[in-house]
C-alpha cells in the first residue's frame, strides 16, 4: 500500500489491539457501528471455537475522526481483548518482583504455525511469544480498518462482498454471485450462497470435530462498482492483480488465490474464457461475461473484480501431530491450544477487508484526492470520459 498505510500491534491476549491507519482522505463520514458490525461477522460462522462466545468486539476510534467525519489525520482505533482477563499476568509488560510467579514457558512448537520457524528467528525461549502475535486474532484490528476502506469505496459506488464457495470437499454450484444474494449468505451459518451446499458443509464440519480433526475451503470476494482504469500494463508491479494477489496473502492460513475463472481457465479453450465486448449508448463498453475477473491487462474494467483464496485447514488439532520439545529434543505430542475447527467464513469477511484496503489503496493513487469529494469528482470525470470514448 503506499496512498494508505496500515500498521497493527497488540497480542492476542494482551489488552487490546491497536491499528493506525493513515491516509484516509478527510470528509469520510465514519460509522462505528458499521465497523462494530465487520467485527461481529468475522467472529461468527458454523465451526469457530470458544473464544468468539467470550468476547463481543467493539472498535474504540481513538484519533483521526471528529464529529463522525474523518478529518484526513491518521485513524488511531482500538479493539480490546476481553479475554485478557482470563489471562492473569501471563502477558504483563512489567516482569514480576517474583519469579516463580513468571508463566510457565510453552516449549514444543505446533507444526503449521508459526511457533517453531518464529522461535528461532527471534530467539524466544517462551514460544508464548510467537504465538501471541501470530495468532488470526490480529486480523480484528485490520478488519476495523477494512471498513473504514469500505466505507470510502462506497462513495465511488463501489462494494465488496464475499461467500464460502467450498469447505473441505463439499463446493457451491458454480453460479456467479448478485447482489440481491448479499443477505442471503449473511444469514447462513456458512456464509454460502447455496443452502443444499451449506447443509452439506455443515454435516462435513461436525464430523471433522467429532474426529478431532479441522477443515479449510475456498472464498469468493467481490468488488462490485469498482472503477475502471485503475492498474496498469507498464509495468508487472503496477498490474491491478498484483497488489490484491499480495493483499489475500497477508491472511494467515491462505495458500492459493485466483481472479475470475482462475485455474479452470487453464483448462478451456480460449474461445471460452476472453470476455466478448459491446458497446451500450447508456453504459458504455460491457462484456456479458466477467471470466477476467474485472481486470484485463492489469487494469481495472469496471465489471465485478472477482478474487478467489483458498485456506488450508487449521492447523491445531485435538489430535495432536508429533512434535519436538525445544531443547531437550525429545519426541512429544503436539499441544493443543484452543481452536477453531473451521474459520472459511471468518477468513471471508478478513479478506474483504484487505481487498477493500487493497483496492481503496490502488483507487487513491490512481484517482487521487486529499478529500473524499475530490476523489469522487475524479473517479466520475474519468467514468464520463469513457462513456465519451
Ligand atoms: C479468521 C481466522 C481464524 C483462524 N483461527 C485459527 C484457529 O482457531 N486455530 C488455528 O490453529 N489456526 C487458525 N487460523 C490459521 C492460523 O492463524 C494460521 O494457519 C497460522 O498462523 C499459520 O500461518 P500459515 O498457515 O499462513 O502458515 C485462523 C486463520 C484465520 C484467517
Redesign the pocket.
Known amino acids: 500500500m503506499t496512498r494508505l498505510r496500515l500498521l497493527t500491534a497488540g497480542e492476542s491476549h494482551g489488552r487490546q489491539l491497536t491499528a493506525v491507519l493513515e491516509g484516509c482522505p478527510a470528509g469520510l463520514t465514519i460509522s462505528t457501528a458499521q465497523i462494530d458490525e465487520d467485527l461481529g461477522r ?1 467472529q461468527g460462522g458454523y465451526g ?2 470458544a ?1 468468539q462466545t467470550i468476547e463481543s468486539d467493539r472498535a474504540e476510534i481513538m484519533g483521526g475522526v471528529r464529529y463522525g467525519r474523518t478529518t484526513g489525520a491518521p485513524i488511531a482505533l482500538t479493539v480490546a481483548n476481553r479475554d485478557a482477563d482470563n489471562w492473569g499476568d501471563v502477558l504483563a509488560v512489567e516482569a514480576p518482583d517474583d519469579p516463580r510467579s513468571v508463566a510457565e514457558p510453552v516449549l514444543v512448537p ?1 507444526p ?3 511457533d517453531l520457524g518464529g522461535a528461532l528467528l527471534y530467539d524466544l525461549h517462551d514460544i508464548r511469544d510467537v504465538i501471541e502475535r ?4 490480529e ?1 480484528a484490528a485490520r478488519v476495523a480498518c477494512g471498513a473504514v476502506a469500505k466505507l470510502l469505496l462506497a462513495t465511488v459506488g463501489c462494494r465488496v462482498v464475499s461467500h464460502v464457495v467450498a469447505v473441505g470437499g463439499e463446493r457451491a454450484s458454480a453460479l456467479p454471485l448478485r447482489l440481491d444474494d448479499v443477505e442471503r449468505v449473511e444469514a447462513d451459518p456458512l456464509r454460502c450462497a447455496d443452502a443444499a451446499a451449506s447443509a452439506r458443509m455443515r454435516v462435513a464440519v461436525d464430523t471433522a470435530q467429532e474426529a478431532g480433526d ?1 477443515l479449510g475451503g475456498v472464498v469468493e470476494v467481490l468488488a462490485f462498482g469498482y472503477p475502471p482504469g485503475v492498474g496498469s500494463y507498464v509495468q508487472g508491479d503496477r498490474r491491478l492483480e498484483s497488489a490484491l494477489a499480495a493483499a489475500v496473502f497477508t ?5 492459493g488465490v485466483e481472479f475470475g475463472l482462475g485455474f479452470a481457465a487453464a483448462g478451456l479453450p480460449g474461445s471460452q474464457v476472453q470476455d466478448a465486448l459491446e458497446h451500450d449508448a447508456d453504459t458504455g463498453y460491457v462484456r456479458r461475461t466477467d471470466n477476467a475477473g474485472g481486470i484485463e491487462g492489469g487494469i481495472s474494467t469496471g465489471e465485478a473484480i472477482v478474487v478467489r483464496a483458498a ?2 485447514p ?3 488439532l485435538r489430535n495432536p501431530l508429533r512434535s519436538v520439545q525445544m531443547g531437550t529434543h525429545q519426541a512429544v505430542e503436539s499441544r493443543f ?4 475447527v473451521c ?1 472459511v467464513p ?2 471471508g ?3 474483504e477487508a484487505v481487498l477493500a484496503l487493497a483496492l481503496a489503496d490502488a483507487a487513491l493513487e490512481r484517482f487521487g484526492g486529499a478529500t473524499v469529494a475530490e476523489l469522487r469528482a475524479a473517479v466520475d470525470a474519468y467514468r464520463a470520459h469513457c462513456l465519451s470514448r
Not at 251 to 255: R, S, T, Y
Not at 337 to 340: K, Q
Request: proline residues 3%; aromatic residues 0%; charged residues 30%.
Open positions: 468475522r469457530r471455537g473464544r505446533r503449521g504455525h508459526a501470530a495468532s488470526a486474532r486480523t479441522t491472511v494467515p492460513a491462505i495458500k485456506m488450508k487449521i492447523a491445531t491450544e484452543r481452536s477453531d474459520a471468518a477468513a469477511v478478513v479478506l
